[in-house]
């Protein structure tokens, strides 16, 4: 599998991850639980998603920009 399949696994699963620790905040929140940490709790999984959703975002392009490349060079 290569490592695009890989990052894209991972940022399902952190999204995934996200979702649920939003929803546990919300929960947290309706029940007026005072803890701090359900409010970060949803920053974990948020900082390596950004980071693996800009490296899918940018891969297209990337991979175009190559592409051009080596057919300028043929």
Do not use: C, D, K
């Not at 970060?40 to 051009?68: D, E, K, N, Q």
Request: aromatic share 10%; net charge positive.
């Amino acid at each position: 599998m290569s490592t695009h399949m890989w990052i894209r696994q991972i940022h399902r699963w952190l999204s995934m991850a996200f979702t649920l620790a939003v929803i546990a905040n919300i929960v947290a929140m309706i029940m007026q639980l005072q803890a701090v940490w359900i409010g970060f709790l949803a920053l974990v999984p948020l900082i390596p998603l950004l980071a693996t959703g800009l490296y899918l975002f940018a891969l297209p392009y990337v991979g175009r920009r190559s592409g051009v490349r080596s057919e300028a060079r043929s």
